[in-house]
Nanobody
Framework: QVQLVESGGGLVQAGGSLRLSCSASGNIWRLSSMGWYRQAPAKQRELVAVISSGGSTNYADSVKGRFTISRDNAKNTVYLQMNSLKPEDTAVYYC??????????????WGQGTQVTVSS
C-alpha cells in the first residue's frame, strides 16, 4: 500500500558526509512518523533517528550532534544528513514510515535498504 524508495548510500572516508533520502508513495493519508534504522553485520537493527509529522525528532545517542533528520511533508520524503562519519556507522540503512492510508488502514512500511560504508 505504501512503498518507500531510498537513495544516497555509498562509500565515504571517515570524517566525510552523506545524505540519505527516502520517498514514500501509495495510498498515503498521513505519515505520523518517518525514520531511519540501521543494521550492521551480525547485529540487530537499531534506531538511528525518527521525526514526527510535526517535526519532533529523536536520535540514537551514538549519532547525536553528527546526524540530522528532516522531512518534507508535502513530498512524503525524509532525509538523513550524516556528517563526521565513523567506521562504526557502516551498516545497511533502512527507511521506515508509519501512519494511515486513505483506506483507513495502518502503515508500517520499510524500504529496501541502502548500504553506507565508512572507511578508516
Amino acid at each position: 500500500q505504501v512503498q518507500l524508495v531510498e537513495s544516497g548510500g555509498g562509500l565515504v572516508q571517515a570524517g566525510g558526509s552523506l545524505r540519505l533520502s527516502c520517498s514514500a508513495s501509495g495510498n498515503i493519508w498521513r505519515l505520523s512518523s518517518m525514520g531511519w534504522y540501521r543494521q550492521a553485520p551480525a547485529k540487530q537493527r537499531e534506531l538511528v533517528a525518527v521525526i514526527s509529522s510535526g517535526g519532533s525528532t529523536n536520535y540514537a545517542d551514538s549519532v547525536k550532534g553528527r546526524f540530522t533528520i528532516s522531512r518534507d511533508n508535502a513530498k512524503n520524503t525524509v532525509y538523513l544528513q550524516m556528517n563526521s562519519l565513523k567506521p562504526e556507522d557502516t551498516a545497511v540503512y533502512y527507511c521506515n514510515a508509519r501512519g494511515t492510508t486513505t483506506l483507513v488502514t495502518s502503515v508500517d512500511s520499510w524500504g529496501q535498504g541502502t548500504q553506507v560504508t565508512v572507511s578508516s
